[in-house]
């Protein structure tokens, strides 16, 4: 397909731009909490478990716990690689070790996944992170407290009940979940998450940078969900998804929409799949004062995104000019 729309795509866009740069900056008062409430628990911590979104493994991996991280051993969880496209996966190995990052894991923790290796996995990979540095006032205590850190929604509360739910009798959410960022809002009591050996989880609110290192960073996150999408604006993010797929060729949405080619104009786009939905709302024309019908375009945007998330445009790794 690529191939066949590489000539129609010669005369896209080849910068994307919005309004104002300071859309894709969002650091409400909660974050600046957390990040007081994580130093302040550290002291009883043996390991960081931090999580973060296989679709972009470097882009919005926040350099405020490069600090925390220092302070105790680390393990990085890829979530999500159900939705990431990882044929480079060597390569993101590779350039996280030049970094000094050498436990890394990926996962997916769903509701409708059943994954024990995995969690064997993951408390391998901690213990052997804990035992590898010196435990200090820790050293004579039998069980393990992991602090859980990471962006906004990328499935934190989740893979704590995951965990829970794989390796213990308690099958109740321990933490609130929710498909949009900022639901978990401080830290939270510790959850026993497995029994032998004896390890306990503590969730904390996601916490972005308060400042983003380019407009791509933040869109990249605000496509995948960590950021709350009426703050940057459903309309801007479908237009960031449609100028990146179109400059990779990667052209899956022209067949899941059913249009007759790719499109650079997201106005155009959203038209078409509002009135392929039936998705049109009535307003008051400001000429005419008479009531009108008009494509509901945020609601379009609203299903191309929701198609994006679950993987039904296909498997991303929206980091590739990072690899």
Not at 103 to 131: G, H, P
Not at 136 to 149: A, K
């Amino acid at each position: 397909m690529a191939g066949r729309f590489a000539h129609a795509t010669s005369t896209f866009r080849k910068t994307f731009s919005l309004p104002d740069k300071d859309m894709v900056r969002w650091f409400p008062g909660h974050m600046q909490k957390g990040v007081l409430q994580v130093q302040h628990k550290l002291k009883n911590i043996d390991c960081v478990i931090e999580l973060h979104d296989a679709r972009i493994p470097f882009s919005g991996r926040n350099p405020r716990f490069n600090d925390i991280i220092s302070l105790r051993p680390h393990v990085l969880v890829y979530n999500k690689k159900d939705l990431s496209d990882l044929r480079e996966k060597d390569t993101i190995l590779s350039k996280l070790k030049a970094e000094g990052i050498d436990q890394v894991m990926f996962t997916q923790s769903t509701t409708s996944t059943r994954n024990t290796v995995m969690s064997k996995e993951l408390f391998t990979m901690v213990t052997n992170a804990v035992e590898a540095r010196p435990r200090y006032h820790r050293s004579e205590v039998n069980e393990f407290n992991l602090l859980v850190l990471g962006v906004p929604n990328i499935g934190k509360s989740t893979f704590l009940n995951y965990l829970r739910r794989l390796n213990t009798t308690h099958h109740k959410k321990a933490a609130i979940v929710g498909a949009k960022a900022g639901v978990t809002k401080s830290v939270g009591s510790r959850v026993r998450v497995n029994f032998d050996p004896p390890i306990f989880l503590i969730d904390t609110p996601g916490i972005l940078t308060p400042t983003v290192p380019n407009i791509h960073v933040g869109m990249k996150l605000a496509l995948c969900g960590c950021m709350p999408d009426h703050y940057i604006g459903a309309e801007y993010i479908v237009d960031y998804m449609l100028f990146w797929m179109n400059k990779q060729q990667r052209f899956n949405y022209v067949r899941y929409f059913e249009l007759d080619g790719p499109i650079d104009d997201v106005m155009i786009f959203l038209k078409h799949v509002a009135l392929k939905n039936k998705l049109i709302k009535k307003i008051k024309s400001p000429e005419t004062r008479q009531m009108v019908h008009i494509p509901d375009f945020n609601g379009a945007a609203n299903i191309v995104i929701k198609a994006f998330r679950k993987g039904d445009l296909g498997k991303y790794m929206l980091d590739d000019d990072l690899l």
